[in-house]
C-alpha cells in the first residue's frame, strides 16, 4: 500500500467513528516520523494538510529539524537532551518527572522562552515503560504548576499497554479519558489528550481521545 492509500484509510476510518460517536471535531493526528525520510515525511504532511511531525528520539529530531514544519515529541526524554527540544518543538509530550521541568525552566529562563508540555501518564502502571502512574497525577501537577513558570500545561500524553484484548485496552483508554476530564475541571488549558496510536487509535477515538500519533498506520511498507 502506499502512504497516499493509508491515509485514505486512517481518514475513513476516522469519518467512521465521529459519525457513530457523534464527534463533531476530527481528532489531531501526530506524525510519528521515527526512522522515517525527510521525502516520506513531507508526502504524509502534505496529504494530512499540514499536520504535526512527531519524534522519539532527541537526536533524529536534530537531524531533522526544519523550522518550516511543526515538531512534537513523544518519546522519552533524557534530562540532559532536553536542550536541543526547547524553542523548536510545540509540545513535549512525554513529560514525567520533575527533573526535566527544572531544566526547561532553567533553559527558558536563560532564553527568555515559554515550553508547552502534556504530561505522560503510563495508563497500564507498566514498570518498563515512561510516564507518571495515574494516581500521582493531580499531585505532579500541581507541583509543576506552583514551581514552574515558564512551562505551560496543556494536555495529557497517553501510554498504553500493547493491545492484546480490546477490551481491556477501551478500558484503559476509558479511566484515561476520566482522568483527563477530572484534569480539565480544574484547568481548562489542558485541552489535548494525545491517547492512541498506530495499533490502537481506532478504540482510543472510541474512548474520547481527541489527539492520536501515527507512525506504522500511515508508513507500512515505508519502514526503511
Not at 519524534?55 to 533524529?60: G, L, P, V
Amino acid at each position: 500500500m502506499s502512504i497516499e492509500n493509508n491515509i485514505i484509510r486512517i481518514k475513513q476510518e476516522i469519518q467512521r467513528i465521529s459519525f457513530s460517536n457523534n464527534i463533531l471535531r476530527a481528532p489531531s493526528i501526530i506524525i510519528a516520523s521515527k526512522n522515517q525520510t525527510i521525502e516520506n515525511m513531507k508526502e504524509a504532511n502534505r496529504l494530512l494538510n499540514n499536520s504535526v511531525f512527531g519524534e522519539n528520539i532527541a537526536q533524529e529530531f536534530r537531524s531533522k529539524y526544519d523550522n518550516a514544519y511543526t515538531w512534537d515529541f513523544i518519546g522519552r526524554l533524557q534530562t540532559n537532551k532536553i536542550k536541543y527540544l526547547v524553542g523548536k518543538t510545540r509540545y513535549i509530550q512525554s513529560i514525567d518527572s520533575i527533573d526535566q521541568c527544572v531544566e526547561i525552566e532553567r533553559i527558558c529562563r536563560i532564553n527568555n522562552l515559554s515550553q508547552k508540555i502534556f504530561i505522560e501518564i503510563n495508563a497500564g502502571s507498566e514498570s518498563n515503560k515512561g510516564g507518571i502512574f495515574s494516581k500521582e497525577l493531580i499531585s505532579f501537577y500541581e507541583n509543576i504548576r506552583e514551581k514552574f513558570k515558564c512551562i505551560k500545561i496543556e494536555g495529557l500524553m497517553i501510554v498504553a499497554p500493547k493491545k492484546s484484548d480490546t477490551y481491556k485496552i477501551k478500558d484503559i483508554f476509558y479511566k484515561a479519558k476520566n482522568l483527563f476530564d477530572s484534569l480539565n475541571i480544574l484547568d481548562k488549558s489542558i485541552i489535548h489528550l494525545s491517547m492512541g496510536m498506530s495499533d490502537d487509535y481506532i478504540e482510543a477515538l472510541e474512548c474520547g481521545s481527541n489527539m492520536i500519533r501515527l507512525g506504522k498506520a500511515i508508513f507500512q511498507d515505508y519502514l526503511g
